[in-house]
């Protein structure tokens, strides 16, 4: 739904350009973190309608960052999905597995991202 919020944790900053512009683009409203500690804190203080969770962050990685999220009451709802250049079919798995309610493939196919951004944001309840 255009005018909701998505945090975007990425470190690389042409990859977190190309997302943002993307969903600027859309209607959606940007936070932003390039660590995946800042984005737990941006998550708790802005409970965003979803998280796009780069998985090979410096410090806390996606799938820890992920775990901290579903332990929290107030950020265990948040629809995750993880972007990543782990392409191989076990690691999407593994991924997927691990909890992450969506898995997008660097490089990102902007029609796919959009598509399941917009899904995962039409299945939330309405806050």
Do not use: H, W
């Amino acid at each position: 739904m255009s005018g909701s919020l998505i945090l975007i944790v990425e470190d690389n900053p042409l990859n977190a350009k190309l997302v943002r512009d993307v969903l600027l683009a859309r209607g959606y409203r940007v936070a932003e973190s390039t660590t995946a500690e800042r984005g737990l804190e941006i998550a708790r203080e802005q409970r965003p309608d979803l998280i796009l969770m780069d998985i090979q962050l410096p410090g806390m990685d996606g799938r820890r960052a992920l775990a901290e999220l579903r332990r929290d009451p107030s950020t265990r709802p948040i629809p995750v999905i993880a972007v990543t250049a782990s392409v191989m079919p076990i690691e999407r798995e593994e991924i997927l597995a691990a909890g992450f309610d969506g898995y997008q493939a660097k490089p990102l196919s902007v029609k796919e991202l959009l598509a399941e951004v917009a899904g995962l944001i039409a299945k939330r309840p309405a806050k």
